[in-house]
């Protein structure tokens, strides 16, 4: 276990819905990264918070938007879901922004259908 | 930008043997560098890290990454391969300017290994 929790391990969902990816980070660390990886696209950052605030984006699609929460959790928000956003969702942590490296927890599998 | 290059998609070696898997990366500044592991439907485990200091790192499972300045690389090694060692091998870079942490991964080499 690496003090990285992400819910749900997996999501199976229609075209054009909704889903919310939850992930807590390891206990002290105030940073939270979100991965995509998928089998073209290899491992894309998404978007980094820290303590609350947005920190970095990558290449988030407008569909998809996070927010961390006063606890320190997060949520990736993806809508209008397409069969293409199929992929694994990583979610990591590191103690600072200036972050040496990441924790990484064990992911969600999302299948759009 | 940063960016990191795996240039095999994957490496066959017989347990036993020695094992190297390619890293090179660009960055502005002085980079730190990174590799993760990651096993068949799990996360990324960190494996080593180069920050400063001395050029061989020593890290989890036997493992040891070289930088090279010069060749602007971080190759990954192992004196003697497992079987249990097959698994995806990620890359990563930061660039240690500004503020962000974001580490930017290469794409991943299978790392197959064989009786």
């Known amino acids: 276990d690496s003090g990285v929790t992400q819910t749900p391990k997996h999501l199976i969902t229609a075209t054009g819905q909704r889903v919310t990816l939850r992930c807590s980070p390891r206990s002290g660390d105030l940073s939270v990264y979100w991965y995509q990886q998928s089998l073209d696209q290899g491992l894309q950052f998404l978007i980094q918070?820290?303590?609350?605030?947005?920190?970095a984006k990558g290449n988030i699609l407008e569909r998809f938007s996070a927010q961390q929460f006063p606890d320190l959790h997060s949520e990736l928000n993806l809508s209008s879901l397409e069969l293409g956003d199929s992929a694994l969702y990583f979610c990591?942590?590191?103690?600072?922004?200036?972050?040496?490296?990441?924790?990484f927890g064990s992911g969600t599998r999302l299948t759009v259908v | 930008a940063q960016s990191v290059a795996q240039p095999e998609d994957q490496v066959n070696v017989a347990e036993g043997n020695p094992l190297t898997v390619k890293c090179t990366y660009s960055v502005s500044g002085n980079p730190y560098l990174f590799w993760y592991v990651q096993y068949p439907n799990r996360g990324l485990q960190f494996l080593l890290k180069?920050?400063?200091?001395?050029?061989l790192v020593k890290g989890s499972y036997g493992f040891e990454a070289e930088f090279n300045k010069s060749q602007t690389s971080f190759h990954l090694k192992k004196p003697s391969a497992l079987v249990s060692d097959s698994a995806l091998y990620f890359c990563?870079?930061?660039?240690?300017?500004?503020?962000?942490?974001?580490?930017?991964f290469g794409t991943g080499t299978r790392l197959q290994v064989t009786l």
């Open positions: 990563a870079v930061r660039d240690r300017t500004g503020t962000a942490s974001k580490l930017t």
């Open positions: 990591a942590s590191s103690p600072a922004v200036v972050g040496y490296g990441y924790t």
């Open positions: 918070y820290y303590n609350g605030e947005e920190r």
């Open positions: 180069y920050i400063t200091g001395d050029n």
